[in-house]
């Protein structure tokens, strides 16, 4: 099949980081290329807008990069369109040459311990969501608590912890709207326990996020000395890689040192698995973890020794999980869409060759899970991309490609779309919103409000 004489027409579904990086790649590509990227929140940026803390202006100036993507006349961002409702595969196809996923992992991965289900029992996306104020979340959060746990130890846990720590007024500065101030003002949690089932060395922190806690004059961090051990496993980790080293570290010169007179403890406690969440008159009455130690591989087992730990709310903060898209296969367990490369595969043939599903693909964490910072999406991208550009030939086209078609498409159904012009009138209001008491921004968490302002 011969190559087509128009621009090779490509629709992104997603536009947050992962997907905004693949319109990089392919615009960096020797291909004459037409992108859309298709968000169904009215602003775009995804991840970075609603699932990094607010007090943390050095991840989200990574904005500034990808509205360079944005910026390229290649690209059109079309917002607040709901892949499958507003827009199906069909029609997709009917449009574009090729079609690539980008709808990252917005759910919590489950926890299957007794008790997970009472009430004071939370995940961490949804929280993270309503501090971000995501306009699809409720707008009030219960922070009742004075002793608060929270299960796991990577990054997302770290970000829950220190939130439910600092006080509003520390976090008032950022971006965070007025509901998720008014909230965090009065938040009860006067102790955060944050548990991991293995020890200092296999924490999946980053060193930056980790040292982080300790700067807020209010949150005193505390680590038990007891809870300082590594074995063979553990000291192989450190030899090789200098960030668990860095994380082993900062962890001993903590659990050394004097506890000060910081108003709100924050508590890192290793080698404690959870096995059940307890509960009184359905509500969570307490934490009960069982006490682990190192097997000399890095890993752990269970001694056989628990401990109660008399908590009023818990947030697993366990892993993210991405939720099936319509019409592409779906791994339930792994939580991603099966692909080879970025190619999405259907199954294999009788001869047991691989079958994909043509002129579909996928990148970012519904192509290999929530796992990795937000800048090794970029490697993903570009794999998924020379795949793409690899299958050109054989791609069976667009019916309709003109770039109007689809826009006349939308406007048809009546769906009122948000632009890359919209997202800057939005942006200016929010800035407009802070500027009086010397903020940033103030983030618009109503859907109708951002879409007002978008089409103002």
């Keep these: 099949m011969s190559v087509p004489k128009y621009p090779l027409r490509v629709a992104i579904v997603g536009a947050g980081p992962a997907g905004i990086y693949a319109a990089d790649a392919l ?17 775009p940026f995804g991840l970075i807008r609603y699932g990094v803390a607010p007090d943390h202006p050095r991840i989200k100036g990574i904005i500034t990069a990808l509205h360079k993507v944005l910026d390229k006349p290649q690209v059109r961002l079309l917002g607040n369109i ?35 289900d009472l009430d004071g029992s939370y995940g961490a996306a949804d929280f993270v969501s309503w501090y971000d104020g995501h306009p699809d979340v409720p707008r009030t959060w219960p922070l009742e608590a004075e002793k608060v746990a929270v299960l796991g130890v990577g990054n997302v846990a770290l970000d829950v912890a220190r939130v439910l720590a600092k006080t509003g007024d520390e976090l008032l500065p950022t971006e965070i709207p007025p509901n998720v101030y008014n909230g965090l003002k009065a938040n009860k949690a006067i102790e955060v326990h944050v548990f991991g089932r293995r020890g200092p060395a296999q924490a999946k922190f980053t060193p930056l996020e980790l040292r982080e806690l300790d700067h807020s004059l209010t949150i005193e961090v505390i680590v038990d000395p007891e809870d300082i051990d590594y074995d063979e496993g553990s000291e192989a980790a450190r030899r090789h890689s200098k960030q668990v080293d860095m994380i082993s570290n900062t962890l001993e010169q903590w659990a050394i040192r004097d506890v000060g007179n910081r108003p709100h403890k924050l508590f890192l406690h290793f080698f404690e698995s959870p096995a059940e969440i307890l509960g009184e008159d359905g509500k969570v009455a307490g934490l009960r973890t069982e006490r682990t130690q190192l097997d000399g591989t890095g890993n752990v087992k269970g001694t056989g020794a628990f401990r109660d730990w008399p908590v009023g709310a818990v947030y697993r903060a366990v892993g993210y999980l991405s939720q099936s898209v319509a019409k592409l296969p779906f791994d339930d367990h792994a939580g991603v869409v099966p692909n080879e490369a970025g190619r999405v595969l259907v199954d294999e043939g009788a001869d047991g060759a691989a079958r994909f599903m043509p002129g579909v693909y996928v990148t970012g964490w519904i192509k290999r899970g929530p796992v990795g910072l937000i800048g090794h999406t970029k490697g993903d991208a570009n794999e998924t991309v020379a795949c793409l550009l690899d ?55 109503e859907r109708a409000d951002m879409l007002r302002a978008s089409f103002a």
């Design 82 to 116: 709901d892949y499958g409702t507003d827009i199906t595969l069909d029609d997709l196809r009917t449009f574009y040459d090729a079609v690539i996923f980008s709808t990252g992992a917005n759910a919590d991965r489950a926890l299957p311990i007794p008790g997970i």
């Design 391 to 445: 299958d050109r030939e054989r791609l069976s086209g667009a019916k309709d490609p003109a770039p109007g078609a689809v826009i006349e498409f939308l406007t048809g159904k009546g769906i009122p779309f948000t632009t890359w012009q919209g997202w800057h009138r939005l942006d200016a209001h929010e800035r407009a919103l802070g500027e009086p008491e010397g903020r940033e921004r103030v983030k618009v968490v």
């Design 27 to 43: 615009m960096k590509s020797d291909a004459e290329v037409s992108i859309d990227l298709y968000e169904r929140m009215p602003a």
